[in-house]
């Protein structure tokens, strides 16, 4: 049984940089991406899929529900770092960089705040992959998933988390602690105008 961590598809502000809010929608190649990501999975299903409640990954997981028959469970622990008073802006025109500060902005969490929350997410995936007694699929977002693969995953020998993320790539990790990596942010599913640009921030 394995927990697979997929990063929600691509929106306007991640194309532009900016940093998002809640209710921002994928874009039309997150869209593009998300009906990828979910033919990856529609021959050979998860038994269930959570999901940030942030609206990017919210339908990015509803393409997956819709291509394996399956339901979606939220969660706001699965949401991305809340940079508060700094969504909105791009990140390009900031005077530092927020994504590696472990200070919060305001209004927003610090570092130590959503590693913290990451840790309430992982006990909480713990009891979801307890109950469906399979594979999981979790969408979220993507310094969401580096914090979590950092924090609560074995990392191989010759396998590096990445500094960045592919808008819907995929991690596999082995579902029974320590939860051993099999599969790093692979996006092999996208082609064409759905291949993510790598013009994008992780954590924007």
């Known amino acids: 049984m394995t927990l697979m961590l997929i990063r929600h598809g691509e929106t306007e502000l991640n194309a532009t940089r900016v940093l998002q809010f809640p209710d921002t929608p994928l874009g039309v190649r997150g869209r593009q991406q998300a009906l990828a990501v979910a033919q990856r999975f529609a021959a050979n299903p998860p038994r269930a899929i959570v999901s940030s409640d942030m609206a990017r990954a919210r339908q990015t997981a509803e393409a997956i529900a819709a291509a394996t028959g399956l339901s979606v469970l939220e969660s706001p622990l699965l949401g991305e770092r809340n940079f508060g008073d700094l969504r909105g802006k791009r990140f390009d025109d900031l005077p530092y960089d927020p ?6 902005p305001p209004n927003g969490e610090s570092m130590a705040q959503f590693r913290a929350r990451i840790a309430q997410a992982y006990a909480w995936l713990m009891q979801m992959r307890a109950q469906v007694g399979g594979d999981l699929a979790v969408v979220s977002h993507g310094l969401f998933i580096r914090e979590f ?24 990790l082995l579902a029974e602690p320590p939860h051993t990596v099999q599969l790093m942010a692979c996006s092999r599913h996208l082609q064409g105008e759905a291949q993510d640009d790598g013009k994008g921030v992780v954590g924007v």
Do not use: W
């Open 99 to 104: 994504i590696h500060d472990d200070r919060g």
């Open 149 to 172: 693969l950092a924090g609560h995953a074995h990392i191989p020998q010759g396998i590096q988390i990445p500094e960045r993320l592919d808008n819907t790539s995929v991690s596999v």
